[in-house]
């Protein structure tokens, strides 16, 4: 994956900080993160509730409730930096350039409104279309979502519609004006495996016509494995592990991302599972040094003192723990990720990151 | 995981049925939740419950524990018959009052073939056969009440563990209310039983005291379990237990129901979508489809010979955790039109091989044993 560097950089986020306003206090949701997003990636963000991953997403699409406080940090999208330009210019992106589905289609669709005029109100106001034209427009993108009879279809009110099909037409939607980046926060949580995976085929297959570039929040690590390019691990507001998808789930360096792999069964698995012990941290009052200490049995004294920086493994992949310093001891991951990823290793014939003899910790 | 070799079964479902209705005259609509299902949970063993939202996996555990009253066939706990519906009475019922009338009719147009010494002999048989069906519903409605004992072995752990708490409770309120319920006045006693099934559960005795919004996710899902713990159950059913919780918070729940199901001998219904927690912690899966149970095995047989189109689609769109797999993988998809089920060719539940179920007609089975391994 190395030549996506010289790939089109499409969204750069750096350093970006946001707290909210509260009656107890100010709540530090995202404590500086920073990602690049490249032309037709699939970037995952992956991490439980709470750990800033749909305030990142949010204020990309400067949709961030009005008790935010931006304390730092830029979004660059196109040359502008998203949370200092003016409400007037974000209306031009917002919806056209970049859009964002979200977990529950039926919340994101108006239950009185057919769908089919919900779909052209979006190119009537963005673009300007006529009525007929933009009825022409949507009756294109309900085929081109994979809804059947859309002729029929587009007459409809949403709860006529089953979950994935809403969900279908919340993607029309957001792609109406030909968004350069689509913003998918957990868009498949509220539906069935099965209907689960013919939403992420349609979005796949939309990435690739339609040269876009996804994030895709989500916590279930079996859709990351499915959608995505990157994955960057995000665990109390900050990023802990990046890299591309084979360097996590093949060659992962952070405890938390250790836990979070072997906290799930996977169809195979028969040993006692890894539970994380604890609760994430307060985020009013966000832990000195690593907010994951206090639930890692791999914590060293000096992850309880100070912030680790991220540590370089390779050109893409990136992980903030202590235990990749040179001076600290060497640690093996759980016994139960290992068999798994040995496992996984014997099934697949091809070279993948962290081979055995590889680099060592 | 244990083995089934004890084989001795503990709670037995036969041909469960359970609609609901809405509605009334032209409008009336059955929706047939669970239409028909039969199965055997084992001692000490857990039984996973499959199927997408809407197959009637939930209706299933609630019918069970008699929540609600169920419309047909039976449950029976170690051998004693505790709920029973009362449609196949009714049913049969209304198929001597068609009897009757067909009979009447064709006395009245005078056919030869039946004479009035016909019906005069069928009235005298039917109006004992009513009186009879008739008694067997009163019972079949008094049986649940009769048999509420019995009910105090079976406890049930709901999905969303905020619904399921009384906000205006005290933990200690929550949990010993089961105690309360059957009669237990003895203070002292109560307060020691909650401390005790808050340490068996992972909670401390100082938690008790609490009331569930002071609780996270996992905490109140715990609270839950020791509700249901605390009147010594022998039946578990866990219905969607860890789907509302945080990925790290499900392992340490999943941990937890495994140690109290070894450390307790409870066997466990355990309702789910998630097949990959399912299989993990399930010795036997049933799929459910539509109100009916599709395919039975044990978990192991069920991943290595899926043979119901429906449980070959559902496995095929497990995610994985694994980039090159999920790369390289094929979906199957599944249409309930290519049954092609019709007169002469309806489905039936078969076992196919032991222990291995399937919801299937002749035809199918006998293209389903050349695919067996």
Known sequence: MAEKNTIEKVLEVKDLAVSFKTTNGTVKAVRGISFDLFKQETLAIVGESGSGKSVTSRAIMGILAGNSIHEGGEIMYAGKDIMKISEEDLHKIRGTKISMIFQDPMSSLNPIM?????????LRLKMGLSKDEATKRALNLMKEVGIDEAEKRIHQYPFQFSGGMRQRIVIAIALANDAEILICDEPTTALDVTIQAQILDLLNRLKVERNLSIIFITHDLGVVAHMADRVAVMYAGKIVEYGTAQEIFYDPKHPYTWALLSSMPDIETEEKLFAIPGTPPDMHFPPKGDAFAARNKYALGIDFEEQPPMFKISDTHYAATWLLDERAPKVEMPEILQHRIERMR???????PGAKGGEKK | MTTNNKQ????????????????????????????????????????????ESGCGKTTTGRSIINLYDIVDG???????????????????IDALK???K???????EQEASTSQADLDSFMEDYQKQIKELKSRIRQARRLNAENKDYYDKIQ???????????????????????????????????RKKVADVLEIVGLLPEHAVRYPHEFSGGQRQRIGIARALIIDPEVLIADEPISALDV????????????????????????????????????????MYFGHIVEMADSKELFKNPLHPYTRSLLSAIPVPDPEFERHRKRFAYHPSDHNYGPGNMPEFHEIKPGHWIYASKQEVDNYKKDLK
Do not use: C, W
């Open chain 1, 114 to 122: 057919k769908v089919g005029k919900q779909i052209s109100e979006a």
């Open chain 2, 248 to 287: 790290s918070i499900q392992a340490q729940v999943i941990n937890l129901l495994n140690n109290l199901k070894d450390e307790f001998g409870l066997s466990v219904l355990f309702i789910a979508h998630d097949l990959s927690v399912v299989k993990y912690f399930s010795d036997r899966i049933a799929v």
């Open chain 2, 8 to 51: 001795e079964p503990i709670l037995r479902v036969e041909n469960l049925r359970q609609y609901f209705t809405s509605g009334t005259g032209k409008k009336k609509l059955v929706v047939k939740a669970v239409d028909g299902i039969t199965l055997t949970l084992h001692k000490g063993e857990t039984l996973g419950l499959v199927g």
């Open chain 2, 102 to 108: 067909e009979l009447k009719k064709a006395v009245k």
């Open chain 1, 346 to 352: 014997s099934q697949h014939s091809i070279d993948l």
């Open chain 2, 98 to 100: 068609e009897k009757k």
């Open chain 2, 156 to 190: 049930m752990i709901f999905q969303d563990p905020i619904a399921s708490l009384n906000p205006r409770m005290t933990v200690k309120e929550i949990i010993a209310e089961g105690l309360r319920i059957n009669g237990e006045r003895d203070e002292k006693l109560i």
């Open chain 2, 74 to 92: 039976a449950v029976y706990f170690k051998d004693v018959k505790i709920a029973e519906g009362a449609m196949q009475f009714e049913k049969q």
